[in-house]
């Protein structure tokens, strides 16, 4: 049966929850290569998905499959070294695994190392090369980047300060679902940075934000409702 069609059976396998069967499909392909297959097997062991739970088995596989260039592996040794689980934990090494998998392309890889750059965690603080991730990720549809790249805009944090760049980017970042990019949206609406003041468009990103459970929109939501401003 050629590999591709392996590749498919396996997948149905592990969609039906039939785990320790597609495991054996995944184990034969990552004999025969496959770097994918390799780093799903790692994935097995990570999770406990119908065999025993070991990170100790999970970071063979992901090892194999990252140094041969799978992203995907990249990223889940940086996930296993930040949270310290089945290694000593290390933000440094983490931040290596994840810009090696954000070097790649992967949008959330290129999110994570930028935050890291932002905070300094695993990594000189460095404010410019996390606009630039961001900006990487953002390009690649990440709600999150969007918004984070917007906060660097409007502190004008390793890039010119700008109200308006931060207000399109908050913009992209809330019509993409992100709460916390709807809040802040909502704020630039209210005070009138980078777009004309709107109390109406404010409260609406607002609103928006809170039924997605953001705690600083659903207290301000809060207050307006008690002191009568708005019914909802």
């Not at 596989?61 to 990249?74: F, L, M, P, R, V």
């Not at 999110?111 to 900006?135: H, I, K, P, R, T």
Request: hydrophobic share 35%; net charge negative; with cysteine.
């Amino acid at each position: 049966m050629p590999n591709n069609q392996l590749k498919s059976e396996a997948l149905a396998l592990f969609n039906a929850k039939e785990y320790e069967k597609s495991l054996e499909l995944y184990e034969y392909l990552a004999k025969q290569g496959d770097l994918q297959s390799l780093s799903t097997v790692g994935y097995f062991y990570h999770n406990g998905l119908g065999v025993g739970q070991s990170y100790a088995k999970a970071i063979e596989y992901y090892q194999k499959a990252s140094d041969a260039g799978d992203h995907t592996s990249s990223f889940n040794l940086g996930l296993l070294y930040l949270r310290g689980l089945g290694v000593e934990k290390s933000a440094e090494k983490a931040h290596a695994y994840y810009l090696k998998a954000a070097v790649k392309g992967m949008p959330q890889a290129q999110f994570d190392v930028a935050l890291m750059f932002e905070n300094g965690e695993g990594c000189a603080q460095n404010y410019s090369e996390s606009a630039f991730w961001y900006e990487e990720s953002a390009k690649r549809g990440n709600a999150e980047a969007f918004n984070n790249l917007g906060a660097l805009f409007k502190e004008g944090l390793g890039v010119e300060q700008s109200d308006k760049k931060a207000y399109i980017l908050f913009k992209q970042s809330a019509t993409r679902g992100s709460p916390q990019g709807q809040f802040n949206l909502g704020a630039m609406y209210d005070q009138g940075l980078g777009c004309e003041a709107n109390q109406e468009k404010a409260i609406e990103w607002c609103r928006k934000a809170s039924f997605q459970g953001h705690q600083k929109a659903k207290d301000i939501m809060h207050r307006m409702q008690q002191d009568g401003q708005i019914v909802f």
